[in-house]
């Protein structure tokens, strides 16, 4: 259910045409990120659109917001990550916000993407003391991350990775890490990964 302020963590496949009706949330930060295929976006603030791949979404509930999610194609699958975080205050105006990450950006290194610190400027603000990496590696390249936070999450989007040196994973699996404060990662093929530090 709570891994610090990680409350859920989604990794989900949508047929054509499917997808989640209008529907609400209130006091959590919610974060998506597709892999593969389109995904179409609504929600009562007035933004309608679309998620591609490489693009990352940070949406602040707060106050209360409905928003709805569709397979934004009629004939191909879509892949994504959904995240929710609990904020660190409660309250909060609702806010949206969207950018795009290539894999060029993130190759061999640990790209921010979300973040709360001011040190990633470009990386999309969020309401919790949270830090979330993308990484593509290259087969038998490393990264290492050096953190302050008593955790770490790791998911593996596609390839296969190796945890300081013991612990293999491959597409689909996770990882949570605690009290470690450096995490080698790497690969055993091409992989890519998501990595978040949490308070």
Do not use: C
């Amino acid at each position: 259910m709570h891994f610090g302020p990680l409350r859920v963590f989604n990794d989900d496949h949508v047929q054509p045409g499917k997808g989640f009706g209008l529907h609400p949330h209130r006091e959590m930060e919610i974060m998506t990120y597709v892999i593969d295929g389109v995904l179409e976006h609504q929600d009562s603030m007035g933004n309608k659109g679309f998620i591609e791949p490489g693009e990352v979404q940070r949406m602040t509930a707060g106050t209360g917001l409905l928003h709805s999610e569709k397979n934004g194609s009629d004939t191909a699958p879509v892949h994504f990550l959904q995240i929710w975080f609990m904020p660190n205050e409660s309250g909060l105006t609702p806010s949206w916000e969207q950018k795009k990450f290539t894999k060029e950006h993130q190759r061999n290194r640990l790209l921010p993407v979300v973040s709360n610190s001011q040190e990633h400027a470009d990386a999309l603000r969020i309401h919790q003391d949270v830090r979330a990496y993308l990484t593509t590696l290259d087969q038998g390249r490393e990264v290492t991350l050096e953190t302050v936070h008593p955790r770490m999450y790791v998911f593996v989007i596609s390839g296969t990775a190796t945890l300081n040196g013991t612990h293999t994973l491959s597409e689909g699996d996770t990882a949570r890490v605690s009290n470690e404060r450096l995490l080698y990662v790497s690969a055993s093929s091409v992989a890519q990964l998501m990595i978040m530090e949490l308070a």
